[in-house]
């Protein structure tokens, strides 16, 4: 007896139109047959269940078609051609992570789901387009205006990780199997910024063995791009605020890079499970790092890391806040409200502290063996755990005894706040003491004496060591007098800096210690930029400041049309609770 079934979809704000199911054989002479289907109320962020029958007899190879939905959607931005640097053609890219895909289309929009897809995009003839998968070729349709663009991803990848642009795009091959795209205008720039993404990779295999996924290319985005970077398969997209002029933000792609097997190919299975992406990328990352630059880098990394956390948990957030915990509930809690650098910061130093228990060999030796072991599958955070005891047990019984003997792993996994071990304690500062320093001389009371201060001490300062030396200072609350910010921007050229990352701390600080010029000065950034790691620390600062907010809320009501909407929305939450 045939027992009809049905197919349960997530979706959000899509119009279904049909619902087909299509025989198989090829795409051009594919039958198919009409099917019914329920799309139900909506469930607040979740968006509505699209329920589809299915007859009993549809193989496992038959899949659901033509599914129409409208364009407009939280995974998508749509840019106009003002909106772009070349100013004559419009501009497309996705953000599908965390929950966003099933407004692009009907999906398991789950990260523990993964499936291979196929794609045909027809677009403008003019525009380039690129997805996270193999590049399959592309043709005229039917001699008209437009090209139909064809793509493969062979390796099952969760839904969040499917990603698609169209653009004035073209590329610079960086290696045989690594190139960059982006705008003609930023392709220099870009092309040079970026010239060390082949040694990442090989230093990557070295950790965590061969790449899986073929090519590895860049997408330098639009500046409105919500994140630093976005992992998407094959096709890495990043923020346009990493042309630094001097490679000093690379380690962003780096992070991207560590994806490819911590994350796209080791997945976590809820979104509660999150640290077990981005705790493990970071960790991966700072090896890399470390491999290129030397162990001091690292450390420096891991202290920039922790002032992070600390953000996270003192000032974004509050310390008993349940979203603080390694391992969050969340059951009815949207995943994007829960983002933070917590998973990142708080997992990546869960994994070194377990480093100094065991030593770095006995955990690159499980790094290695966690990736084959759970390679193309998704995981949680216990079964992280039964694997990591189980090979310290086979492996290394001494590392596994101090591992019992020392991690409380219920104070790490599901106590809010910070860490329950202080990274920092143990930490290589060599790099930092003179970052450290300089900073605690500009909290120096005594020093009423401006003129001893002068350029070539914050000159001398890597890009890492300035950023963490304004991490020191925006991280104290002793309050900075206003002649000190003057004459800080004044010798430090701080207001021309090119640097996102030393701009967006220098602006932060003006901001918090209510210093005038860092009102226009941090809308004029904010104007700039769509980066949300900058924008929602920068705004909050504004909105909390009684002089500022009126006319940092009409800026960015002034502005919103042309944020991505994630971060629109976020920044409305933002404002809400100011």
């Given at each position: 007896m045939q027992v009809d079934i049905s197919l349960c979809l997530d979706t959000r704000d899509l119009s279904i139109k049909s619902a087909k199911l299509l025989s198989n054989t090829t795409e051009e002479n594919a039958k198919s047959q009409e099917l019914k289907f329920v799309l139900h109320q909506p469930d607040s962020f979740k968006g509505s269940r699209l329920e589809i029958a299915l007859?009993?007899?549809?193989?496992?190879?038959?899949?659901?078609?033509?599914?129409?939905?409208?364009?407009?959607?939280?995974?998508?931005?749509?840019?106009?051609?003002?909106?772009?640097?070349?100013?004559?053609?419009?501009?497309?890219?996705?953000?599908?992570?965390?929950?966003?895909?099933?407004?692009?289309?009907?999906?398991?929009?789950?990260?523990?789901?993964?499936?291979?897809?196929?794609?045909?995009?027809?677009?403008?003839?003019?525009?380039?387009?690129?997805?996270?998968?193999?590049?399959?070729?592309?043709?005229?349709?039917?001699?008209?205006?437009?090209?139909?663009h064809r793509f493969r991803q062979s390796v099952p990848i969760p839904s969040y990780l499917i990603a698609l642009v169209s653009g004035h795009l073209v590329s610079r091959p960086l290696s045989d199997r690594c190139a960059v795209w982006s705008e003609p205008e930023m392709i220099d720039d870009s092309h040079w910024e970026f010239q060390e993404t082949e040694d990442m990779l090989q230093a990557g295999?070295?950790?965590?063995?061969?790449?899986?996924?073929?090519?590895?290319?860049?997408?330098?985005?639009?500046?409105?791009?919500?994140?630093?970077?976005?992992?998407?398969?094959?096709?890495?997209?990043?923020?346009?605020?990493?042309?630094?002029?001097?490679?000093?933000?690379?380690?962003?792609?780096?992070?991207?890079?560590?994806?490819?097997?911590?994350?796209?190919?080791?997945?976590?299975?809820?979104?509660?499970?999150?640290w077990l992406n981005e705790g493990h990328t970071v960790y991966v990352e700072r090896l890399v790092c470390e491999k290129l630059y030397g162990s001091p880098d690292r450390h420096l990394a891991?202290?920039?890391?922790?002032?992070?956390?600390?953000?996270?948990?003192?000032?974004?957030?509050?310390?008993?806040?349940?979203?603080?915990?390694?391992?969050?509930?969340?059951?009815?809690?949207?995943?994007?409200?829960?983002?933070?650098?917590?998973?990142?910061?708080?997992?990546?130093?869960?994994?070194?502290?377990?480093?100094?228990?065991?030593?770095?060999?006995?955990?690159?030796?499980w790094l290695r063996a966690y990736v084959d072991e759970f390679a193309g599958q998704a995981l949680n955070t216990e079964q992280w755990r039964s694997f990591l005891l189980d090979f310290m047990a086979k492996k290394s019984p001494e590392g596994l005894a101090k591992i019992q003997a020392n991690v409380d792993w219920g104070a790490w996994f599901n106590k809010p706040g910070l860490p329950p071990v202080s990274i920092p304690d143990g930490l290589d500062r060599s790099l930092a003491d003179a970052c450290t320093q300089l900073a605690k001389d500009w909290l120096?009371?005594?020093?009423?004496?401006?003129?001893?201060?002068?350029?070539?001490?914050?000159?001398?300062?890597?890009?890492?060591?300035?950023?963490?030396?304004?991490?020191?200072?925006?991280?104290?609350?002793?309050?900075?007098?206003?002649?000190?910010?003057?004459?800080?921007?004044?010798?430090?050229?701080?207001q021309a800096v090119k640097c996102s990352e030393v701009k967006f701390r220098w602006l932060r600080l003006a901001a918090k210690h209510r210093y005038p010029d860092a009102v226009d000065e941090g809308l004029k950034f904010l104007a700039t930029v769509g980066r949300m790691k900058f924008v929602r620390p920068l705004y909050r600062e504004l909105f909390s400041w009684p002089a500022a907010k009126a006319k940092a809320e009409e800026h960015f009501k002034s502005r919103r049309q042309f944020m991505h909407p994630i971060t629109a929305e976020m920044v409305a939450r933002d404002l809400a609770k100011a």
């Open positions: 007859p009993g007899q549809a193989s496992r190879r038959s899949r659901p078609s033509e599914l129409q939905h409208k364009p407009q959607c939280s995974a998508l931005q749509w840019l106009a051609p003002e909106q772009t640097s070349g100013k004559h053609l419009p501009y497309l890219f996705s953000q599908c992570q965390a929950i966003h895909a099933r407004s692009l289309l009907p999906c398991h929009d789950s990260p523990g789901v993964k499936a291979t897809y196929s794609a045909v995009v027809r677009a403008d003839s003019r525009l380039e387009v690129l997805m996270s998968a193999a590049r399959m070729g592309s043709e005229p349709d039917n001699e008209s205006a437009y090209r139909l295999e070295s950790l965590c063995g061969p790449y899986r996924w073929g090519r590895y290319d860049l997408l330098v985005l639009p500046p409105s791009f919500p994140y630093g970077g976005m992992e998407n398969p094959c096709l890495t997209f990043v923020t346009p605020t990493l042309l630094a002029g001097d490679r000093s933000l690379a380690s962003v792609v780096a992070h991207e890079i560590a994806h490819s097997w911590t994350g796209n190919l080791v997945t976590n299975a809820t979104w509660e499970d999150f891991m202290l920039e890391g922790w002032h992070a956390l600390r953000d996270a948990v003192l000032v974004a957030r509050k310390p008993d806040d349940p979203l603080t915990c390694l391992v969050p509930k969340l059951d009815g809690v949207d995943p994007d409200d829960a983002f933070s650098s917590v998973p990142y910061e708080k997992g990546s130093s869960l994994l070194y502290y377990i480093e100094t228990l065991v030593g770095k060999d006995a955990m690159l030796g120096d009371d005594a020093r009423q004496d401006l003129s001893g201060f002068t350029a070539d001490a914050f000159a001398q300062l890597s890009t890492k060591q300035k950023i963490l030396m304004l991490d020191e200072l925006l991280h104290c609350e002793q309050p900075l007098p206003h002649a000190k910010l003057a004459r800080m921007a004044q010798i430090y050229s701080l």
